[in-house]
């Protein structure tokens, strides 16, 4: 048994746990706070979710040792919370529970959209909430909830947070402790850039393990829309999240920030562009790591501007394929993948529109999913810098 220190719901708590044991079972067990549910026991199903220095994590798998120090939030904690008690009313008015099991998972995770969504997007809310299951309402009322509160909020001059208060990289909760403190650095802040890859690194063709088909339309001519793909810091622009070091086509450097509920990711990587005589297609090939999940990725993209209406205006048809190793590779699903694939590929299409017609792009924001979502930045880390690279990536 280990003495364990933290705060939890406000209230200093002192007590002994053995290391192997989850915060799920010390909130439950220890402190008869049973409103954090034990569902799969494997950080699947979402029930047992609380916030840990306001982040949401799943505390069935998460050691209680692990949170020396930390701040911790149950359902009960927030009772008097005004964005949960809005949820509530929220639940309830749209039908958004029927046995109620997950609903505590539910509400700690919906508040955490309700404080990061700039609107009350209806496919952000499924990703975000895509990691807490419920097996009764079918999500319908659900996500009429999330969205009724958020269109609230932000109706009443309510700005949505970025980050939602998360602070620097790492486990939530750790680097808290005096004993963390002695042994570890201090966290990394979030927006603190990741360190350059080196400049000439060698990028290898490879074969790519899954493979993505996606396409859009602009109103705008092939050979305008190629011109400004020559423009690497231009179609980087359009994409959110991303940050160059380097627009030289043949050695293009730079990382890409994302955050999918409570994951967040930071890619650095190199990349290179081939481009047809012609302008109308090429390929964005390149790599990258995430220091936080120790995850790798190889990913290419190959394009192709197609003319539409005799040539007034253009369909980008896109090839995307990747490798994902690490840690991300073990919790990614392909279904999460494409789906994060094909809002950011909407996002960065109605920001090229704006970019051609002279028109200043909307402002980027963090694509956000759970669990297997943290796969898809990296997925779209390795494209985004590679099409932001050969800024005909898309």
């Not at 209680?64 to 005004?82: P, S």
């Amino acid at each position: 048994m280990s003495a364990l220190a933290l705060t939890v719901n406000r209230r200093a708590v002192d007590c002994a746990a053995e290391p192997r044991t989850s915060l799920a079972d010390v909130v439950r067990d220890h402190l008869d706070l049973t409103g954090t549910h034990l569902g799969c026991e494997h950080g699947v199903c979402g029930a047992c979710t609380v916030l840990i220095d306001g982040v949401p994590a799943r505390s069935c798998i998460t050691f209680a040792a692990a949170c020396q120090g930390a701040e911790v939030t149950t359902i009960e904690g927030l009772d008097d919370d005004e964005i949960a008690a809005e949820l509530r009313a929220a639940f309830t008015r749209e039908h958004a529970l029927q046995c109620g099991y997950c609903t505590p998972g539910m509400l700690v995770s919906a508040r955490d959209l309700v404080l990061r969504l700039p609107d009350a997007d209806e496919r952000a809310i499924r990703v975000g909430m895509s990691g807490n299951l419920c097996r009764c309402t079918g999500y319908v009322g659900i996500v009429r909830a999330v969205m009724s509160v958020i269109a609230a909020r932000r109706a009443r001059g309510i700005a949505a947070e970025v980050g939602a208060g998360r602070t620097a990289l790492g486990p939530v909760g750790s680097g808290h402790g005096a004993a963390a403190s002695e042994t570890q650095a201090a966290p990394k802040p979030v927006a603190a850039p990741l360190a350059a890859p080196t400049a000439g690194a060698t990028i290898a063709d490879f074969t790519p393990s899954t493979i993505i088909e996606q396409s859009f339309e602009v109103e705008h001519p092939p050979r305008e829309v190629a011109a400004l793909f020559t423009d690497v810091a231009a179609v980087a622009s359009c994409l959110p999240g991303v940050v160059l070091s380097s627009d030289d086509p043949a050695n293009i450097t730079g990382e890409i920030r994302v955050q999918v509920g409570p994951i967040a990711a930071q890619f650095a990587g190199v990349a290179r562009l081939e481009r047809a005589d012609d302008g109308l297609s090429g390929r964005i090939i390149g790599g990258g790591q995430d220091r936080r999940s120790r995850s790798a990725t190889q990913g290419e993209i190959r394009y192709q501007l197609m003319p539409l209406a005799g040539g007034d205006a253009t369909r980008v048809e896109l090839t995307i394929g990747y490798t994902l190793t690490g840690l991300l590779a073990q919790v990614g699903r392909s279904g999460l993948v494409r789906d994060l694939a094909r809002r950011l590929v909407d996002e960065f299409a109605a920001n090229l529109s704006r970019k051609l017609s002279g028109q200043p792009s909307a402002p980027g924001a963090a694509a956000r999913e759970l669990d297997g979502l943290a796969l898809l930045l990296s997925v779209l880390r390795a494209r985004l810098p590679r099409w932001l690279g050969g800024t005909s990536r898309s």
